[in-house]
């Protein structure tokens, strides 16, 4: 088995390898290709997950190349890990938008739209090449933003399957607080990508006890203070919503936080400056400390699990991904991208029937839907109208004077990026 991850040389990547390395009877691997265009990094990343592989006696083979095209042949999976304009850019996506007294974030809001803008257009180009080299392959897809990444995907008409690590995340804690295996814990996982909640927690499946309430009443301080949202709405929620809610649920509150404090940027340069030069050192030989404060916990088990469903292995029967709607929020179009959970296998995935959901959630999921489907409109087509016409539609815009100022800084940011521009 052969699996391709591009955006090889990311810092992400020895997350990723250090859970094939100990998840190799769930994804029996022979050849892992790490592919980036940034060779020295990718020399770096590299060598690491080649010692990491050794240190845990993996018997597979890793190679490393810049030639995308190489790198896809007879893959049987394609991992997307990508970030057009690197660092930079996200630096930008989170700073320029405060100017209007808008969250300034890389997946949501205006520096969201910026980023897709950014990269569906690469994605589709990668994707066309995987396609040409390998119609067979399925791509998994863990670049951000997701729903609109993956939906982009879709409607291309390939086989693709969105990825976020929000869910494992938050099902890894749940575990924890209830003194069960992960496994023993199934998600009433309900949303978009970034814009999720949790309507119920159930012990061995999706037709087991709902512990949600219990979970709540026991442990509703610890989960709120890791949401860094306040207890009393979760009790009166009653769900657990993803951590991405609090750019909803406390806009202003988080715009004055952001206005005194570094980007997250910024920090995860300075992080990855620090983790490059422990990756050059030939005596690592296993995933540095610093790396869980990088982000996407967890996210080495989803991609197992997901690759081996995908590929006939032993993954998880259900899992939360991004995939079509196809009916399962009536409330929704059809062909949006929603992440809920699914069952998985060699022919691709099924999202579970998920019951009623509360308007409270099902109106700002539809008003987001609307967003995606104008923000992956004006990623297609380009044009100034395009762009604003989705910062208008986006419930943490919504103004046209904001709108307005927005897509001008939008565009003045990014110019290099975007062809029509």
């Known amino acids: 088995m052969k699996l391709t991850v591009v955006g090889g040389g990311s810092t992400y990547t020895p997350e990723l390898v250090d859970g094939f ?9 022979e050849e892992l290709v790490l592919v980036d265009p ?22 597979g083979r890793i190679v490393t190349t810049a030639d995308l095209d190489r790198g896809v042949e007879g893959a049987d999976a394609v991992l997307l890990q990508l970030r057009v304009g690197g660092q930079a850019a996200r630096e930008q996506d989170e700073t320029w938008p405060l100017e209007c007294g808008c969250v300034g974030q890389e997946t ?73 295996a992960p496994a023993d814990v199934h998600l009433d996982h309900v949303g978009l990508n970034h814009l999720t909640w949790e309507t119920g927690v159930r012990l061995g499946g999706p037709s087991g006890e709902d512990v949600l309430a219990k979970l709540l009443t026991g442990h509703g301080d610890t989960i709120a203070a890791d949401l860094r949202l306040p207890r009393p709405l979760l009790d009166r929620l009653g769900v657990v919503p993803s951590y991405y809610l609090r750019y909803y649920y406390a806009h202003d509150e988080v715009v004055r936080e952001l206005r005194t404090k570094p980007s997250r940027a910024a920090e995860v340069a ?43 292995g032993s993954g998880s029967p259900y899992q939360v991904v991004n995939t079509h709607n196809a009916g399962t929020l009536p409330f929704l179009p059809d062909d949006a991208v929603i992440e809920v959970q699914a069952t998985v296998g060699p022919t691709g995935v099924t999202p579970l029937p998920v019951p009623a959901v509360d308007p409270l959630f099902a109106g700002l999921m539809a008003n987001v839907t609307a967003y995606e489907d104008l923000a992956l409109d004006a990623a297609l087509r380009g044009g100034r109208d395009r762009v604003f016409r989705a910062l208008l539609a986006h419930p943490l815009i919504g103004q046209y004077a904001y709108a307005d100022t927005l897509t001008d800084q939008l565009i003045a940011h990014n110019r290099e990026h975007l062809t029509w521009a």
């Open 108 to 180: 949501t809001g205006a520096g969201g739209l910026a980023k897709a803008l950014r990269t569906v257009p690469v994605v589709l180009d990668i994707a066309e090449r995987v396609r040409r080299a390998n119609p067979g392959a399925w791509i998994i897809d863990f670049t951000n933003p997701v729903g609109i990444v993956t939906r982009a995907l879709l409607r291309a008409g390939h086989r693709a399957v969105g990825l976020c690590n929000v869910a494992i995340g938050l099902q890894r804690k749940f575990a924890g607080h209830l003194g069960v």
């Open 38 to 59: 940034a060779e020295d990094r990718l020399e770096l990343v590299g060598g690491l997950a080649r010692r990491i592989f050794a240190r845990q006696g993996h018997g």
């Open 270 to 312: 300075a992080m990855e400056r620090r983790l490059l030069d422990m990756y050059a050192d030939p005596a690592l030989d296993e995933k540095p400390a610093l790396l869980a404060k990088r982000g996407g916990a967890y996210y080495s088990e989803a991609a197992v699990d997901l690759a081996a469903g995908l590929l006939g």
């Open 21 to 29: 390395a100990r998840l190799r009877d769930t994804l029996p691997l």
